[in-house]
């Protein structure tokens, strides 16, 4: 099997990066700790956790078998990265240099080693079970209500922004999304009719759960993502 790329995980990394936001107020450089071996332990999966979801966005079937990580991710670097700094005093750049090192240091794992995602699957062990703790995982929601909420996404980006890049890739996935709803349903042998009031209510339901401030849920719209995807083996309309 070919060695991961990890080096194409930065992007991911850059992103996690603009979640660490600057201290409220900067000690002085005298009360400044060095870094103990849990914030270690922190921002190496930190680390991992980029580099897999860099490589859940390019479609890397190993790492879709972890939970889908961009956005807990990114969120969990985000309240990580303000616990380090305020339990050690360091800056926003010394966290960046130190989840970089950490990067490093997981590329460094896989060099050489006969069965690279091994080595993976043991950093995951460790590292998920901080995540679920510190974050846990939002219920995944079923295939007509991801129908509904990529209907609803692709209408809030449409006001905005017209006919944008994002809305076209919203517009595009909640037709695959549609599609794909209608025919578990008349695979269940429900009329078009049927089919119709049924995601229609539950654009209404999606509607009435979302958070009027940020348009999300308390589903994991991840999961839709993952629905939607072509060739997807983890589609099985069992929802």
Partial sequence: MAKRRYNESMKIILLIMLAISQPVSSPPNEGRTTLTEIHRRDLSCIAAFAIVASEQERGIESALNYPLLTERGRIYAGQIGERVMAETGQSREQVREAILAAVADQQSKVKNVAEPDAVV???????????????????????????????????????????????????????????????????????????????????????????????????????????????????????
């Fill in 121 to 239: 699957d043991t950093e995951m062990a460790k590292c998920l079970p901080l995540l679920d703790a510190e974050l846990p995982p939002k219920p995944e929601p079923t295939l007509n209500q991801c129908a509904a909420m990529l209907q609803l996404a692709y209408e809030e980006v449409y006001q905005r922004e017209k006919l944008s890049k994002m809305a076209q890739d919203l517009k595009t996935l909640a037709f695959v999304l549609d599609s794909r709803a209608r025919e578990k349903m008349r695979s269940e042998g429900m009329s078009g009719h049927e089919s119709d009031i049924i995601l229609t209510q539950t654009r209404v339901e999606m509607a009435d759960l979302q958070d009027n401030e940020t348009g999300g849920t308390a589903l994991d719209i991840d999961h839709c993502f993952a629905l939607a995807a072509p060739d997807n083996k983890g589609q099985n309309f069992e929802h």
